[in-house]
């Protein structure tokens, strides 16, 4: 069974397709699952299977569509990641012992979907507990990246950048705090937005067994992952807004429309060096040619700028907050081996290495002081944003790695040019939009000399994600986006 024309199309095509009766809501359901059944085996990306239900939403999209019923998802298949409550299907997190907890409700950002009219085929694998830029665990096994099997696809929502790049459906949802969305973008060659913090209600995004209540996590968000540009916003409107818990039903979240609808508008800084991790040199040479087109298309580019926030100190400030909120949940062996780790630290080692186990142990006081800092970073953004519209950077120092599930992760190193970084040192690219909280577009820019994806983040002005998602479009429209991996382009 071939691909159909409908394969790799986008949601918005698929929408306004569907929307003229040139396909059925069925007939990309069934494409959508005849793409899993024939390249999953190789892949892994989709670990729960719904096939039945998604067929019968299907069907029901198709009569509501026959009454001609608009809504802005109806009859879209998707995938959800499997850490999303859906009624009666598992979520783990990748914890065995979870293995057989099944939610009674849906996720909110699940229920905003389907009550849109989409079509849910099932759930993307997970690393455990979320932490890992690779996508296994015991319960479900290793996802692969499409573009290169023996790679990782990107975590920890890999198992929906995979699907998205494999052709299972144009859309898919996931989580960021340490680049879990715009990662997997990047690594499957696919496009993902880390929205501003509180833009989209998390409830129900919850690891089994907690009950799904209302919740901010310090620093965490949920947002799209899709194959278009486009598509982003699609979802992103259908996804945002508070939860009716806590703001009331008829509260909604405007947000306001980007900055500029041509390229001639944009002011762009456009960066490719960090003091502490660089990017490799293929990432530096696409952003270079990306830069040089965005300059050509009639933007104003600029290579460096005063305003732009010491990236060192957002990195170490970064680590220290994001550990102090996940350490919380170590285990005491853990933090006990930490505490003894610190204090053989000197106080002058400001590696990242040294303030994540600082963060670990870290005291409500030192954690109420980063946050004070956190909050003159957000002014050095501001003031930032007030001069520029948007800032271009790495999300990852290298393409796709091949899969590495030693145990010890701070024994794993990646290799950056021919050095070998701390695996976990690579949070600094991510970290740079997560600790202000501000929204970032994951954007791919072709394939490197090894076939695989390449790609950058475009961030932007707090609470103005329009104006990334506009540029993604613009950018996408001009030079190209998603190409299909070679060995599933069928």
Partial sequence: ???????????????????????????????AIGRIERHDGKINAVCVRDFDRALA?????????????????????????ESFNVAGLPTTWGYVPQKNFKPAEDALAVTRAKT?????????????????WQSYNEIYGTTNNPFDLGRTPGGSSGGSSAALAAGYGPLSMGNDIGGSLRVPGFHCGIYAHKPTFGV??????????????????????IGPMARSAADLSLL????????????????????????????????????????????NEEIRGAIEKLAGDLAKAGMVVTRESPLLPNFAETSRLYMRMLLAFLGAFFPPEALADAQQAVSQIPSENKS?????????????????????????????????????????????????????????????????????????????????????????????????????????????????????????????????????PAMFDD
């Avoid at 109806?74 to 990641?81: A, D, H, I, Q």
């Avoid at 849109?116 to 932490?131: D, E, M």
């Avoid at 129900?204 to 919740?215: D, I, M, Q, V, W």
């Fill in 1 to 31: 069974m071939a691909k159909s024309k409908w394969s790799f199309a986008s949601a918005v095509d698929l929408s306004a397709a569907l929307n003229a009766k040139k396909v059925s809501s069925v007939e990309l359901t069934q494409d």
């Fill in 57 to 81: 939403a299907a069907r029901e999209a198709d009569a509501a569509l026959g009454r001609g019923e608009k809504r802005p998802l109806l009859g879209l298949p998707m995938t959800v990641k």
């Fill in 116 to 132: 849109a009219g989409a079509v849910v085929l099932g759930k993307t694998n997970v690393p455990v507990g979320l932490g890992d």
């Fill in 200 to 221: 989209c209600a998390s409830r129900g995004h919850t690891p089994p067994p907690f009950p799904a209540l209302p919740s901010e996590a310090d620093m965490a968000v």
């Fill in 236 to 279: 992103l409107d259908v996804m945002a807004g508070p939860d009716p818990l806590e703001a009331g039903v008829g509260y909604r979240l405007d947000l306001p429309a980007a900055r500029h609808q041509t390229p001639k508008g944009f002011r762009v800084l456009v960066i490719d060096s960090h003091p502490l991790l660089p990017a």
């Fill in 352 to 484: 990242l290495v040294a303030e994540r186990l600082r963060g670990m142990i870290s005291t409500h006081r030192a954690w109420v002081l980063d946050d004070g800092a956190r909050t003159r970073l957000r002014a050095q953004w501001r003031a930032l944003f007030a001069a520029f519209d948007a800032v271009i950077c790495p999300i990852m120092p290298t393409p796709a790695y091949p899969h590495d599930h030693s145990p010890d992760m701070a024994k794993r190193r990646i290799n950056i040019d021919g050095k070998d970084y701390p695996y976990s040192d690579q949070l600094a690219w991510p970290g740079i939009a997560t600790l202000p909280g501000l929204p970032a577009t994951a954007i791919p820019l072709g394939l490197s000399k090894d076939g695989l994806p390449l790609g950058v983040q475009i961030v932007g002005p707090f609470l103005e994600d329009r104006t990334p998602l506009k540029l993604a479009e613009l950018i996408e429209r001009e030079f190209g986006g998603f190409v299909p």
